[in-house]
């Protein structure tokens, strides 16, 4: 019997699950490796992981640092 994953003592509100799960437009990512760049331009709720090369890539935080 496979055991139950025990998580951490406090809950998530809401608000808080809201807020993690939820894909925001104009939020950009690069390729580390080739220098591409993504932008979300249609938002929702889920899990976005973009990729390229074979790897993840990486959430833009200044678009100005980029080179």
Same mark, same amino acid.
């Given at each position: 019997?496979? *055991?139950?994953? /025990?998580?951490?003592?406090? *809950?998530?509100?809401?608000?808080?699950?809201?807020? /993690?799960?939820?894909?925001?437009?104009?939020?950009?990512?690069?390729?580390?490796?080739?220098?591409?760049? $993504?932008? $979300?331009?249609?938002?929702?709720?889920?899990?976005? *992981?973009?990729?390229?090369?074979?790897?993840?890539?990486?959430?833009?935080?200044?678009?100005? /640092?980029?080179?």
């Amino acid at each position: 019997m496979a *055991e139950e994953a /025990e998580f951490p003592g406090s *809950e998530w509100s809401v608000d808080e699950w809201t807020e /993690e799960w939820t894909i925001h437009v104009g939020k950009a990512y690069h390729c580390t490796m080739c220098g591409t760049m $993504v932008m $979300v331009t249609k938002g929702g709720i889920g899990v976005m *992981e973009p990729g390229c090369c074979g790897k993840p890539m990486v959430l833009v935080e200044k678009p100005d /640092e980029i080179r």
